[in-house]
């Protein structure tokens, strides 16, 4: 699924009944634990929410991730996407 006009990834998140989700278009997970996952996706930072997470697939050669457990929420910064690697984590996080 790469945009070869862009030569990006086409970003998806799919869930099914809020107790997984497969996700598209990830460049990186930066951090996870079992409340709260953050990925860098094509269109921004993601930030997933819920209890008992768990990374079950990574495959950041297709950029894909798969994700169980009770998901609460979705959150999206403002970053534009994942080509922005001069400004921090942070920077981007809270902007």
């Known amino acids: 699924m790469e945009d070869l006009s862009t030569g990006t990834r086409a970003h998806r998140v799919s869930m099914t009944n809020r107790r997984s989700c497969t996700v598209n278009g990830v460049n990186d997970v930066l951090s996870f634990d079992i409340h709260e996952i953050l990925l860098e996706t094509e269109q921004g ?5 819920g209890d008992e997470l768990h990374v079950n697939r990574l495959t950041l050669e297709k950029g894909e991730v798969d994700i169980d457990g009770r998901i609460d929420s979705f959150t999206y910064s403002d970053a534009a996407g994942g080509g922005q690697k001069s400004e921090s984590l942070l920077t981007r996080l809270f902007r």
């Open 45 to 49: 930072m993601l930030m997933i929410k």
